[in-house]
């Protein structure tokens, strides 16, 4: 149901009978993030680098949001943790950044399938005359070492590869990729946007993340707030800020604090380490909405099935349709899915992640990102893979493309087995 705002547009009152599998996009604030975010939005609204009274409460919970994000990955020292308004953000201070601090070098390494919040900026710095390689992965999405190893020069300043992809889901081994960096020349700058694995996945400094730089992160990927991320800059690293004017951040980040927005961010980091167990279900959900597209929806390719990914996303490609046709088809019975990335939906031309783990053709146009959440239920699983082989079938019926592709869903009520339902706290 909609009810009209006391504005023009509509916003949704209840999410009741909907399901909702594009987390990667954007996840639901969970309750007790919510709650915290509360208490820093009304009458504590003080400007947390003023002096007094409630001004120093503030700046108490933004000292504590910056150890609780330290405490989820694995830092002993919170200074290292810079808030930022979201991972583009976090993405252009860490290219941009690193660029100034080390003005001799003149080459970039990154990888083809980044989100745009680095080629952005890797195609800015191009036009300012650096160097800039674009490795390619393979058809599983994997990157060869020996290709990174053979790419890096003596002025090479930075190397950027992502945690895990946004579309398919696979991970790079980011840890081990780094070390061949270091190896290299320990001068070189390893940064990682790691916005999709943050609070998915149990990533941590001190272990795999000892030789990377800096690392960008986004509350609203795990449950926290939009418009609230962070960026992990090693002590040592030279680099100069980004975000020009006031001295917050200790003039890392110019700009008034957003309290509520960081007090969000820090809840989330707890409340995703407290959670981190619930990621085997989730991953177990999403195998068996694979396996059941497998075994009942014909003429469909799963991206990365043979790579490590991330516990709760799938990148299918059907045959014969278009993701776009499917994601409206699926919208209109309240199943919301995406095309693959949020910033390339809306555009009908395959994504260039697609494109560069070598989806087949016949198969490219019909992707689609299915991405779960600790909230996602087995029931809803279930439904959405009825929903799914109804819309792929009515889809093909429809569609002039349907040609080539052998037999018709299996469409029956399904029942996707778990240990347990899902979190729902
Ligand atoms: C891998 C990756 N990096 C960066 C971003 C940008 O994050 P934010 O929305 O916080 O700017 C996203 C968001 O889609 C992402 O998936």
């Known amino acids: 149901m909609w009810k009209t705002a006391a504005h023009s547009f509509m916003v949704p009152d209840s999410n009741e009978n909907s399901l909702y599998a594009d987390n990667n996009a954007t ?25 007094y009274g409630p001004a120093r409460n503030a700046a108490r919970a933004i000292g504590h949001a910056r150890e609780q994000v330290a405490a989820l990955l694995g830092l002993k020292d919170s200074h290292a943790v810079v808030f930022t308004s979201g991972a583009t953000e976090s993405n252009n201070a860490a290219l ?14 990154t990888t083809s399938v980044e989100h745009p919040s680095v080629l952005g900026p890797c195609a800015e710095l191009e036009r300012e005359g650096y160097a800039v390689t674009y490795l390619p992965v393979d058809s599983n999405g994997a990157l060869d070492p020996a290709h990174l190893q053979h790419a890096l020069r003596p002025d090479t300043l930075l190397v ?20 061949v960096v270091k190896e290299f020349d320990a001068r070189v700058l390893v940064h990682t946007d790691a916005t999709q694995s943050v609070g998915k996945l149990p990533i941590r400094f001190g272990k795999e993340l000892d030789h990377v730089d800096f690392l960008s992160m986004s509350a609203h990927k795990f449950h926290g707030p939009k418009g609230s991320g962070a960026l992990f800059i090693r002590e040592s690293a030279p680099w100069r800020p980004f975000m020009l004017g006031g001295h917050q951040e200790e003039g890392r980040r110019g700009g008034t604090y957003n309290v509520p927005g960081i007090v969000g961010l820090g809840r989330a980091c707890e409340l995703a380490s407290q959670y981190l167990d619930t990621h085997e279900q989730t991953s177990r959900l999403r195998d068996e909405v694979q396996a059941y597209i497998a075994g009942h929806i014909p003429g ?9 990914r991330l516990p709760n996303t799938l990148s299918v490609s059907f045959e014969g349709i278009e993701g776009e046709g499917l994601v409206h088809q699926l919208s209109a019975a309240r199943v919301y899915i995406s095309t693959g990335s949020a910033c390339t939906s809306g555009s009908t031309e395959p994504s260039h992640v697609l494109r560069a783990v070598g989806v ?3 198969f490219v146009h019909g992707s689609v990102r299915i991405s ?3 909230y996602t239920t087995a ?15 009515k889809l093909r019926r429809l569609s002039p493309k349907k040609r080539g592709v052998q037999g018709t869903p299996d469409v029956h009520p399904i029942t996707v087995r778990t240990g347990s339902k899902g979190d729902s706290a």
């Not at 639901?28 to 002096?51: C, D, I, K, Q, T």
């Not at 950027?160 to 070390?179: Q, Y």
């Not at 699983?381 to 792929?392: D, P, W």
């Open 300 to 308: 469909a390719w799963v991206n990365g099935a043979n790579s490590p």
């Open 379 to 393: 029931e809803e699983a279930g439904k959405l893979c009825e929903a799914l082989a109804v819309s792929v079938e």
């Open 27 to 51: 996840s639901p604030l969970a309750p007790e993030v919510w709650e915290e975010m509360r208490a820093w939005s009304g009458a504590a609204f003080h400007n947390a680098s003023a002096l």
């Open 160 to 179: 950027s590869i992502m945690h895990a992809n946004n579309e398919t889901g696979i991970l790079f081994p980011v840890g081990d990729l780094a070390r």
């Open 372 to 374: 779960f959440s600790r």
């Open 96 to 109: 941009f950044g690193a660029a100034r601090g080390n003005p001799s070098r003149r080459h970039v390494l």
């Open 360 to 362: 087949p053709e016949p």
